[in-house]
């Protein structure tokens, strides 16, 4: 079955729609819609205006498309909910793939969907350097649009649901994220722009004790806690760029902040010296 618009799961199932957000991944994007197949009722990809072949192949492989210049991620993810067909929406990325006993666990239990305000969390694992790392996260991506929203977030934009409202799927989604050192590099340097401008817009304060202590805390996390020193060169690469990734966001939420103090400087003082003028022709 090459399209993937109709409707699965028998009589008194309550249908899903998967949500993509995509731009110039033709080359992994085709896995992920087929990896929907089995559990998805549609497909909707939404594009932020790629220049290779991604709406091309999407539309071909039966997906609902509709372009729309980049606004954010969260933004982003929400024009797609809402041109979902149906209420139960499944969110995945370009270079994610469900795997089979996810895909099966999805299908046994949508005649099931029947309390919108229950939510579905999934076990998600990464890969570098061409190795898969055991220690992954458990993310919401099944949830009832009626009943939850997308958090309004610069980054990690995912439904706002509480643990006590979540259940856990079986099965895992394998995140297929890694392209390269460079395009990592490339990543990290994005992504935590985005960290710290949302630090700084939320008010949160720089504090150089979390610079001090945060990036060596993540290093022992990831390479011991988690069990990446058994992973080799690949488990050791992830725990250092995580260190990096601490301190990229610690020193721009640092520059955000000292920026802010110094433009605020500068208008006081510029604020004086208008009143000093002003004193100054009263006077004459």
């Given at each position: 079955?090459?399209?993937?618009?109709?409707?699965?799961?028998?009589?008194?199932?309550?249908?899903?729609?998967?949500?993509?957000?995509?731009?110039?991944?033709?080359?992994?994007?085709?896995?992920?819609?087929?990896?929907?197949?089995?559990?998805?009722?549609?497909v909707v990809v939404?594009?932020?205006?790629?220049?290779?072949?991604?709406?091309?192949?999407?539309?071909?492989?039966?997906?609902?498309?509709?372009?729309?210049?980049?606004?954010?991620?969260?933004?982003?993810?929400?024009?797609?909910?809402?041109?979902?067909?149906?209420?139960?929406?499944?969110?995945?990325?370009?270079?994610?793939?469900?795997?089979?006993?996810?895909?099966?666990?999805?299908?046994?239990?949508?005649?099931?969907?029947?309390?919108?305000?229950?939510?579905?969390?999934?076990?998600?694992?990464?890969?570098?350097?061409?190795?898969?790392?055991?220690?992954?996260?458990?993310?919401?991506?099944?949830?009832?649009?009626?009943?939850?929203?997308?958090?309004?977030?610069?980054?990690?934009?995912?439904?706002?649901?509480?643990?006590?409202?979540?259940?856990?799927?079986?099965?895992?989604?394998?995140?297929?994220?890694?392209?390269?050192?460079?395009?990592?590099?490339?990543?990290?340097?994005?992504?935590t722009d985005l960290?710290?401008?949302?630090?700084?817009?939320?008010?949160?304060?720089?504090?150089?004790?979390?610079?001090?202590?945060?990036?060596?805390?993540?290093?022992?996390?990831?390479?011991?806690?988690?069990?990446?020193?058994?992973?080799?060169i690949a488990g050791?690469?992830?725990?250092?760029?995580?260190?990096?990734?601490?301190?990229?966001?610690?020193?721009?939420?640092?520059?955000?902040?000292?920026?802010?103090?110094?433009?605020?400087?500068?208008?006081?003082?510029?604020?004086?010296?208008?009143?000093?003028?002003?004193?100054?022709?009263?006077?004459?």
């Amino acid at each position: 079955m090459d399209s993937v618009t109709s409707v699965l799961g028998g009589p008194g199932s309550y249908p899903i729609s998967a949500v993509i957000i995509a731009q110039d991944d033709e080359v992994r994007i085709a896995k992920a819609i087929k990896s929907c197949r089995l559990f998805a009722d549609e497909v909707v990809v939404i594009d932020g205006g790629s220049k290779d072949g991604t709406v091309e192949l999407s539309e071909s492989l039966g997906c609902r498309v509709f372009v729309n210049p980049w606004p954010g991620y969260a933004k982003q993810r929400e024009f797609g909910v809402e041109r979902a067909v149906h209420d139960w929406v499944f969110l995945i990325d370009t270079d994610e793939v469900v795997s089979e006993e996810l895909a099966q666990d999805i299908l046994r239990r949508k005649p099931g969907l029947t309390d919108a305000t229950v939510a579905y969390s999934l076990y998600r694992i990464g890969d570098f350097l061409g190795r898969w790392l055991d220690k992954g996260e458990y993310l919401v991506r099944l949830y009832n649009r009626k009943a939850y929203g997308i958090r309004n977030s610069l980054v990690h934009e995912m439904p706002e649901v509480s643990e006590e409202r979540t259940e856990k799927l079986d099965g895992v989604l394998w995140h297929q994220g890694f392209r390269s050192i460079n395009d990592h590099v490339n990543r990290f340097n994005k992504y935590t722009d985005l960290e710290a401008q949302s630090a700084y817009a939320s008010g949160k304060p720089f504090k150089l004790r979390n610079l001090l202590l945060r990036p060596p805390a993540r290093f022992v996390q990831k390479y011991f806690l988690h069990g990446l020193f058994k992973k080799g060169i690949a488990g050791f690469a992830v725990s250092v760029f995580w260190v990096m990734y601490e301190f990229m966001v610690g020193f721009k939420h640092y520059e955000l902040t000292s920026s802010g103090r110094l433009e605020r400087h500068n208008a006081l003082g510029q604020a004086e010296t208008e009143k000093k003028g002003e004193r100054s022709y009263a006077v004459q």
